[in-house]
Every structure is written in structure tokens, then in C-alpha cells.
């Protein structure tokens, strides 16, 4: 059974920092490309970052980019967000994703497996 399971969200102050964890089995996690997305009330669901299966390549949206990083680690099967310089915009639902491939896509369509999601709220 193919399981992703995200945890660290919580209440932040703006300018504060969390890290995301998503935990992973039933598939061949070191052989795929991830994805972190998020969804905010009454928005799209939306790729902010994405690593290849090496990490030799990752992705960020304009909006996050300077302040995210994705990382993974393939022996333990778990990929990472760090979010530093947190903004009230950054409040949203936070999914982490597989892919059946190793490269990174753009779309939440080209993503086959999905975590149940960690809130995140920026608020003073």
C-alpha cells in the first residue's frame, strides 16, 4: 500500500520558519521525482517545488523561490520542505506528491500518489 504521510505544519509568526516532512512507503521512493503543493481556501492546488529522484534537479515557484527548499533523503524514504521567512500568504494546505517517473513534472495531474495534506497558517 502506497502511503505519504506530511507532518510539521502548525501556526507560524510572519518571518518565522517551519519544516515540512513527508514520510513514504509502498512505492520505490529513490526511483521517483516528488513534489510539494499547496492549496490555499477557494484556490488551485499548486506545484511551489519539486526534486528529481537525485537531486541533482528541483524546482520552485516564483512565489516561494529564495525562501523554500526541498530536499529528500532515499534511505530513509522521506522528502523535506524548509520554509524560512514565512508570509501570511504562505497559508495554505501543504501536499506532498509522487511521481511514477524520475523527472520533475509541472502539473498536479502528472502526480499519481498525494499525501493527505499539514496545514500551515502565517498569522500575527
Known amino acids: 500500500e502506497v502511503q505519504l504521510v506530511e507532518s510539521g505544519g502548525g501556526l507560524v509568526q510572519p518571518g518565522g520558519r517551519l519544516r515540512l516532512s513527508c514520510a513514504t512507503s509502498g512505492f520505490a521512493f529513490s526511483t521517483v521525482a516528488m513534489g510539494w503543493f499547496r492549496q490555499a481556501p477557494g484556490e488551485e492546488r499548486t506545484l511551489i517545488a519539486a526534486?528529481?529522484?537525485?537531486?541533482?534537479?528541483?524546482y520552485y515557484s516564483a512565489s516561494v523561490k529564495g525562501r523554500f527548499f526541498a530536499s529528500r533523503d532515499n534511505g530513509q524514504n522521506i522528502l523535506f520542505l524548509q520554509m524560512n521567512n514565512l508570509k501570511p500568504d504562505d497559508t495554505a494546505v501543504y501536499y506532498c506528491?509522487?511521481?511514477?517517473?524520475?523527472?520533475?513534472?509541472?502539473?498536479?495531474?502528472?502526480?499519481?500518489?498525494w499525501g493527505q495534506g499539514t496545514q500551515v497558517t502565517v498569522s500575527s
Open positions: 526534486i528529481n529522484y537525485g537531486s541533482t534537479n528541483t
Open positions: 506528491a509522487a511521481r511514477s517517473s524520475s523527472s520533475i513534472q509541472y502539473q498536479k495531474e502528472d502526480y499519481d500518489y
